[in-house]
């Protein structure tokens, strides 16, 4: 089992920051390829950003490649989701969630932490 905590959401104005981070506890992290995901009110979840096991191979959905960014450290057991030039459309709860080892950017991940709301208001 995999267990994962994230933090860093909070509300933050139209062009602002976040940074959100997952810390993962339970397996060996550097085993794991991670994801963020999103949800907004009434909608599904979708896929953010997703990075591969050495974090080597990032990978972005299209609405945010250029504006988000997604790291590693694998020392510390932890991902990281850098959102910068926020848009009131990036409000959602913000998922991470484990797979191993193969890095994908569907749904099909193992293991998933409780979320973290982040609202971007205009």
């Known amino acids: 089992q995999v267990q994962l905590v994230e933090s860093g959401g909070g509300l933050v104005q139209a062009g602002g920051s976040l940074r959100l981070s997952c810390a993962a506890s339970g397996r060996t992290f550097s085993n794991y390829a991670m994801g963020w995901f999103r949800q907004a009110p009434g909608k599904e979840r979708k896929f953010v950003a997703a990075i591969n096991q050495s974090g080597g191979m990032t990978y972005y959905a299209d609405s945010v490649k250029g504006r988000f960014t997604i790291s590693r450290d694998n020392a510390k057991n932890t991902v990281y989701l850098q959102m910068n030039s926020l848009k009131p459309e990036d409000t959602a709860v913000y998922y991470c969630?484990?797979?191993?080892?193969?890095?994908?950017?569907?749904?099909?991940?193992?293991?998933w932490g409780q979320g973290t709301q982040v609202t971007v208001s205009s």
């Open positions: 969630a484990a797979r191993g080892p193969i890095v994908v950017v569907t749904m099909d991940y193992d293991y």
